[in-house]
């Protein structure tokens, strides 16, 4: 265990269903990210928020609602996904500081019927 | 912004041979580069970084080095064991205030007993 849980593991939604994905990790890291894991594009880098600020948005598409309400914890949101956007995401934390590791969740495999 | 490049894709080695992954990355002013392992099914980890000020490091069999004039480093892998057959990720990050981390594509390891 790392000390990042991600919920669910495992989601099944169609294309007009709206659902959460959570990530939480209490190491006291200031920075929280989202990425997208796929066969095309691993570790694809999508949000990154630092201090409850959003200091990046990957060029993601606004079907993809990241929201950041503590350090502590991470969701995105989901709205009209395609079925290509079927993939593992990844939350990720690190303390904040240049030079640090940055840990991973287990993920949520997503699969858009 | 940051653009990492890995190879080679895809490694088939003997037991006991050595392994060397590439990456190359394009951002000057990266100073962290670590090294992340992800069997299958489970999360990517950490399993050794370098900093801008060192040029080489080693953890019993795992090496990597850095050319920072030539923005390359790599992963060495020693006296390979079928455990070590897994995707290795090659990463950096900059010193910008969004501390996000850019992947490399991934290197898919295989040791063949």
């Known amino acids: 265990e790392t000390g990042v849980t991600q919920t669910p593991r495992h989601l099944v939604m169609g294309m007009t269903n709206k659902k959460s994905l959570k990530c939480e990790q209490h190491?006291?890291?200031?920075?929280m990210y989202w990425y997208k894991q796929s066969a095309k594009k691993p570790l694809e880098l999508m949000f990154v928020?630092?201090?409850?600020?959003?200091?990046e948005n990957n060029s993601v598409p606004s079907r993809f609602s990241p929201e950041c309400p503590n350090s502590s914890h991470l969701f995105l949101h989901l709205h009209t996904l395609q079925p290509e956007d079927s993939a593992l995401y990844l939350c990720?934390?690190?303390?904040?500081?240049?030079?640090?590791?940055?840990?991973f969740g287990q993920g949520t495999r997503l699969t858009v019927v | 912004g940051e653009n990492v490049e890995q190879h080679p894709s895809t490694l088939s080695v003997q037991e006991g041979d050595s392994a060397v992954i590439k990456c190359t990355y394009s951002d000057s002013a990266s100073n962290y580069f670590p090294w992340y392992k992800q069997e299958l099914g489970k999360r990517p980890q950490l399993i050794i970084d370098?900093?801008?000020?060192?040029g080489e490091k080693k953890d019993q069999r795992i090496a990597v080095t850095l050319n920072k004039t030539a923005k390359h480093f790599s992963l060495h892998i020693t006296e390979t064991q079928p455990e070590d057959s897994a995707v290795y990720f090659c990463a950096a990050r900059g010193v910008d205030s969004s501390y996000k981390l850019i992947f490399g594509s991934g290197t898919r390891l295989l040791v063949r007993p």
């Open positions: 370098i900093r801008s000020n060192v």
């Open positions: 990720a934390s690190s303390p904040g500081q240049a030079n640090t590791e940055a840990f």
């Open positions: 190491l006291g890291h200031n920075a």
């Open positions: 928020y630092n201090f409850k600020e959003q200091t």
